[in-house]
């Protein structure tokens, strides 16, 4: 709606929560729903925030965050001077690690599926 909403604190909070919830779900779903009523006002009165969210547009988002993830983990293992055959496990840490992307970004890095447990 051409709205900015980066000087309203209480309206940015809100967004950092709803696209918290969203990733977490877009984790196990397809798809989620972002529904946030009374947003902020305008002149027009108040403003509403619906939408849907797709794990692929989700994806495609974060992509290039998760690509710039590649970079270090292979200048790790050239500074530790170990082949992707030398490792036996690889262990995910974070929140994040939970996105399919991640996971198979970490499997097509390392050449084995990474551990969940």
């Known amino acids: 709606q051409g709205i ?7 309206a940015m909070q809100r967004l950092r929560e709803a696209a918290e919830k969203a990733k977490c ?8 729903d972002i529904n946030l009523p009374y947003l902020t006002m ?25 690509k710039r993830t590649v970079g ?7 500074d ?11 262990i995910l840490v974070g929140g994040m690690t939970r996105m399919p992307k991640v996971q198979a970004t970490v499997q097509e890095l390392f050449g084995r599926t990474p ?3």
Do not use: W, Y
């Not at 779900?25 to 989620?32: D, G, K, P, R, V």
């Not at 270090?72 to 050239?78: H, N, S, T, V």
């Not at 530790?80 to 690889?90: H, N």
């Open 4 to 10: 900015d909403l980066s000087k309203d604190s209480m």
């Open 25 to 32: 779900e877009l984790s196990s779903a397809l798809q989620t």
């Open 42 to 66: 305008d002149a027009s009165g108040p403003k509403h925030m619906n939408m849907k969210l797709t794990r692929s547009k989700f994806e495609s988002i974060v992509d290039g965050l998760v």
């Open 72 to 78: 270090p983990c292979q200048k790790a293992l050239q």
């Open 80 to 90: 530790a001077d170990v082949k992707k055959t030398d490792i036996g496990e690889v």
């Open 115 to 117: 551990s969940k447990s």
